[in-house]
């Protein structure tokens, strides 16, 4: 029951936000969000498709601000108006628990619970260990999920507590038993052992900055197979997200890094979208805040844009196109939507089990050029 996590969560003080000069405010994000009282039950009988969640948190992290992210992004977002007609709950901020893992547990329910309504949730704030608490609530459903995270450098050191910005992948890829898969988008080299990348890529999928930013839209494929879809903002450039400890040189530009949002919102299968590690006390005039308002801007927007398109669903309705090539004894299916062109890829295993993997229109033309497609063979191997 919803109503049963509200005693975890601090409701929004909405006298905070002074729209004293915005026009149409009627129209603003503020006037379209129902905030939730924690002296009110939660009207189940209203119709919601959004939960935002603050995590004003930051103890297991050296980047020591990103507590007072939530409330100066929301400050940011509100004052943005409504890309269309919403229905949002906003319900405040996580108490700070007595401990670190009281509020990792606290979070973990929060999200569990939502999810399980289904409500997708967008979380703001916080320290990336946080992340580890809100996989925890998938591990605690019946399906395996999907992680996907822009950031620039793979958090892997077992050396250290686990419970840590530092080291929350190590405790995410080791740990969380319904894991599938975890994709990275803009990792660079240079921040990275040799050693860490070649562990990733064995078992998990990463793109390199430059790869992924030559080509923005073939990134589309691996956020659409994302449940979990993470924003670490140190993987966008310095000139556009100053506010944190470590600000990258190199990285996403700030549009570009919307549009990933938006690739995330119109993804039918995401149903949690989180931006991190933004730190308020570093940042140059709430530049970083604006930004992270706009992304979430963007993912809003998209989300209303969704088209029910889960390919298990509709294949039947989408066009099927097959391929033969050279040196393997499978045959390469394609699937593509008439509704949207999107693109999906059958990886078969096990003989009779098969499971459609998102791709682009660019892996149906290096097929059909006797090229095996990178995310067919990589998933190929996995499963089978």
Not at 172 to 198: A, S
Request: charge should be positive; glycine fraction near 4%; include cysteine.
């Amino acid at each position: 029951m919803i109503n049963d996590i509200l005693d975890f969560l601090e409701p929004v003080n909405t006298s905070d936000f002074d729209m004293s000069d915005m026009s149409n405010q009627k129209d603003l994000m503020f006037a379209n969000t129902f905030f939730q009282k924690k002296s009110e039950p939660f009207n189940s009988e209203k119709t919601f498709d959004i939960a935002i969640v603050g995590i004003p948190e930051e103890r297991n992290s050296k980047n020591k601000g990103t507590a007072k992210a939530p409330d100066k992004i929301r400050s940011e977002l509100y004052r943005l108006y409504s890309p269309t007609k919403i229905k949002i709950v906003d319900f405040g901020n996580i108490k700070k628990g007595k401990t670190i893992k009281d509020t990792y547990i606290a979070l973990t329910e929060i999200v569990y619970e939502l999810l399980k309504n289904e409500l997708t949730v967008i979380t703001i704030g916080g320290s990336k260990d946080l992340i580890i608490p809100v996989c925890k609530s998938y591990e605690k459903g019946k399906k395996q999920f999907n992680l996907c995270v822009c950031e620039p450098k793979f958090n892997l050191n077992e050396n250290k507590d686990i419970f840590s910005d530092e080291t929350y992948l190590s405790e995410i890829i080791n740990n969380n038993k319904k894991l599938f898969n975890y994709t990275n988008l803009g990792y660079q080299t240079y921040y990275n052992p040799v050693e860490n990348i070649n562990f990733i890529q064995q078992s998990f999928e990463a793109v390199r900055l430059g790869i992924s930013r030559s080509k923005l839209y073939q990134n589309e494929p691996f956020i659409r197979d994302a449940d979990f879809f993470a924003i670490d903002i140190n993987s966008v450039k310095k000139t556009d997200a100053p506010g944190t400890i470590k600000p990258s040189i190199h990285g996403f530009y700030g549009e570009e890094a919307c549009q990933l949002a938006k690739y995330a919102g119109i993804s039918d299968k995401i149903s949690t979208f989180g931006i991190f590690n933004v730190n308020p006390n570093l940042d140059n005039n709430n530049q970083t805040s604006e930004l992270s308002a706009q992304i979430i801007w963007h993912f809003i927007q998209a989300f209303y844009s969704r088209k029910n398109e889960f390919p298990e669903s509709v294949i039947r309705k989408m066009r099927k196109y097959i391929v033969n090539v050279d040196g393997i004894d499978e045959k390469i299916i394609f699937y593509k939507s008439s509704k949207t062109g999107r693109w999906w890829i059958d990886v078969s295993y096990k003989k009779k089990k098969k499971k459609l993997i998102s791709c682009t229109f660019d892996d149906y033309i290096k097929a059909s050029g006797n090229e095996i497609p990178e995310r067919w063979w990589f998933f190929f191997q996995k499963l089978n």
